[in-house]
């Protein structure tokens, strides 16, 4: 995640004008569904479940059937335009799982939030759009771990371009210098640009960065495998538009393929076994009023595409994880397999911000209806202006230097030594889970994130309700590895670095109230990022792979869950480490690999 500047907390009138649509194809009442039988039914049309979809559905002979808790997503006009994201996962959003994370103890006991997108599209619609891969060597771990090769950066290479279609920024400029088009797909789905909107920030960022190009070198493009660097944004922007899952697996030629039927607002509950004690699952259960349990059949299989919590919940709903668990609490284990919901990576997040002397930072708009007026007005005519843009278009991926102390102290979570530790992303405006100091003003914000990190939580069921309409029990175990909070006062303290630079004089002001005592001591910047930490918004290995046979892990190298048939788990739940930068990439990629594995499954039936 990237915080942007962009609450529209003074403007709530112009959040989620709503037309209410529904496609042809998209249903939402189960009484007009035409089938109760389906080849394959997915379970959430989110990032991976929608990708899924639209590959499956290319064979005509093959019947899908996508469930999702949430609306769809046409209609909504801040799933369109790109600045406006804030108020899809603010805490008040229709739009999100009302997800909340236990009390942390080492963040001071507070409870970050981790929403997650409930809409067709899923996470993707409600997202910072960042498109960042990871680096090759968390690929090659995931092959390494798995013991499958199809798992490594240069098999995985072809999904990510069969995903991704390169697309001119907004405003058209010359981009020649901010990426290597070698590393990018141009006939694939989803849409990947460079900032559309250039902010004055943009030219400071690169100015300080080649001052000291030591610490800060510059990356062509950190999509390429070797991320180490910092260097220009890409995100999943079409022309201007958000392009979420649902803009583009879903678009018009896809929804409307006969063999495609998509039920939103249905929420599913568990999977059920071809009979009582099997192990084979063909059955989904689910609800649209949460009293009334309906049941679709999946001849071949059961996709879960749940999302990295939702998954594992519904697993644990039907029986499948730690059986002693399940027992205790009054569900029949059907399959013990422990590790559903544990294992989980979470990243922590720490942003800064101080006021800056300009008058040009995403509080133009943020903090001024007229001028959000005139800027989407803009938007609306011509696609271009401010609104286009997500939070921040400068990105650093950086490692520890080879000689600190913390890597002398700690194992290493990286995957390589061509994988970045930290993430530090650059925005002209102030974070959006700052509140605005009283007064308003300017601002520039800069986010801390250790992207490869030690530390795992857990979902788990709600032991004094396990209902399947309570939510889940989260634990993101933000700094349980002193490895995570270690680095994090090394990553901020690197951005105090940076912005000590002459470059910013005259434009970098005084830091937030909040922010000023982490400058003056190292004891003062300890109790700030504990105190201000946040999740990344990342959390991923809730249904891990491990080879096949291992007495560890939740799914197979194939996706297909251990100890039973009928379930292939399809989402960023499946992933044993979470690659070193944001987790949305990946995730269509694996979705892509993910459908070509069901695929050939099913290839010869
Ligand atoms: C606020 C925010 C900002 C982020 N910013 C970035 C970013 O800039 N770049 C990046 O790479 N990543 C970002 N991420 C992370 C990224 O979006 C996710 O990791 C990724 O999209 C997850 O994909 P998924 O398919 O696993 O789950 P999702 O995309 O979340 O899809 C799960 C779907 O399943 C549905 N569902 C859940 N439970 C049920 C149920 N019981 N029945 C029916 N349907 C159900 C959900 O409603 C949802 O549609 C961000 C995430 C958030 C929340
Ligand atoms: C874009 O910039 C590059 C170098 O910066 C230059 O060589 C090229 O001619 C420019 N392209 C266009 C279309 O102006
Ligand atoms: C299953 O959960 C119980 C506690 O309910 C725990 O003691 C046990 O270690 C767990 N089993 C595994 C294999 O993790
Ligand atoms: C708000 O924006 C309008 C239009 O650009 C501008 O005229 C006005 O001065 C701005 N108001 C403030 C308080 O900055
Ligand atoms: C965009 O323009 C159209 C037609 O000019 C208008 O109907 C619509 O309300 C505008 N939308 C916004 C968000 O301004
Ligand atoms: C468990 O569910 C109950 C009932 O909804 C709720 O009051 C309680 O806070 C939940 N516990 C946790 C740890 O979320
Ligand atoms: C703010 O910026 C202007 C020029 O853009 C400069 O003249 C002025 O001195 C700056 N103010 C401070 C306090 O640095
Ligand atoms: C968590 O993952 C690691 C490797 O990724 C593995 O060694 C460990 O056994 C896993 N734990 C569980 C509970 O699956």
């Not at 800056?356 to 989407?376: F, P, V």
Request: net charge negative; with cysteine.
């Amino acid at each position: 995640m990237a915080f942007p500047a962009r609450s529209l907390r003074t403007l709530a009138c112009l959040a989620f004008s709503l037309a209410a649509a529904v496609t042809a194809k998209e249903y939402s009442n189960v009484a007009d569904l035409p089938l109760s039988t389906y080849d394959f039914v997915i379970v959430g049309g989110g990032n991976a479940g929608l990708v899924v979809a639209n590959r499956l559905t290319e064979n005509p002979a093959w019947s899908v059937l996508v469930i999702e808790a949430g609306p769809s997503n046409l209609g909504i006009l801040n799933e369109e335009v790109p600045a406006l994201a804030g108020p899809l996962f603010a805490a008040t959003s229709p739009y999100t799982w009302k997800y909340t994370v236990i009390p942390q103890e080492n963040a001071d006991n507070r409870q970050p939030g981790i929403p997650r997108g409930k809409m067709l599209g899923g996470s993707t619609a409600i997202n910072e759009m960042w498109y960042t891969r990871g680096s090759a060597e968390d690929f090659d771990r995931f092959a390494a771990v798995t013991g499958d090769k199809g798992w490594g950066w240069d098999e995985m290479l072809p999904y990510f371009f069969k995903n991704e279609r390169w697309t001119e920024p907004a405003d058209k400029h010359n981009t020649t210098g901010q990426y290597d088009p070698a590393a990018h797909g141009t006939d694939g789905i989803t849409a990947v640009s460079l900032p559309g909107y250039p902010w004055p920030i943009f030219d400071l960022v690169m100015e300080t960065a080649a001052s000291m190009p030591d610490e800060f070198p510059f990356v062509l493009d950190y999509n390429a495998g070797k991320p180490i660097g910092l260097g220009w944004t890409q995100t999943t922007i079409n022309g201007g538009f958000r392009h979420s899952s649902a803009q583009s697996y879903l678009a018009d030629q896809y929804i409307s393929r006969p063999n495609l039927h998509v039920l939103v607002t249905a929420q599913v509950s568990r999977v059920l076994p071809a009979s009582k004690g099997s192990t084979h699952f063909t059955k989904v259960e689910f609800s649209q009023d949460f009293e009334t349990l309906h049941t679709v059949t999946a001849t071949k299989e059961i996709i879960l595409s749940a999302g990295s919590l939702a998954t594992p919940q519904i697993l644990l709903q039907s029986g499948i994880g730690n059986s002693t668990t399940l027992k205790r609490i009054g569900i029949t284990p059907l399959v013990n397999l422990p590790a559903v919901g544990q294992n989980m990576t979470e990243q922590p997040l720490v942003s800064n911000s101080w006021f800056a002397n300009t008058t040009q930072s995403y509080e133009s708009y943020n903090l001024n209806a007229t001028q959000m007026q005139i800027d989407l007005a803009l938007w609306n005519e011509t696609h271009t202006g401010p609104l286009v843009s997500s939070s921040g278009a400068q990105v650093a991926f950086l490692r520890l230097p080879e000689d600190s102390p913390i890597l002398s102290t700690f194992s290493d979570p990286a995957a390589g030594p061509e994988t970045p530790h930290i993430e530090l992303e650059f925005t002209a405006g102030i974070g959006l889970v700052t509140p605005v100091p009283a007064g308003g003003g300017h601002f520039i914000s800069v986010q801390a994130a250790v992207v490869s990190c030690a530390s795992r939580g857990t979902v788990t069921l709600n032991e004094t309700d396990p209902s399947p309409w309570n939510l889940p029990v989260i634990d993101t175990g933000l700094f349980r590895e002193e490895f995570d909070f270690q680095t994090m006062v090394y990553a901020v303290k690197q951005i105090f670095k940076f912005l000590a630079s002459p470059v910013w004089d005259g434009y970098l002001m005084q830091p937030l109230d909040a922010l000023a005592p982490a400058l003056e001591s190292d004891a003062g910047l300890e109790a700030y990022i504990r105190s201000n930490v946040i999740n990344n918004q990342h959390p991923v290995g809730t249904a891990g792979m491990s080879p096949k046979g291992a007495s560890w892990g939740v799914t197979d190298p194939d996706l297909l869950l251990k100890k039973a048939t009928g379930i292939r788990v399809i989402d960023s739940s499946v992933l044993p480490y979470v690659v070193s930068g944001h987790t949305m990439a990946a995730t269509y990629a694996f979705a892509e690999r993910g459908s070509d594995l069901v695929k050939a499954t099913w290839a010869h039936h």
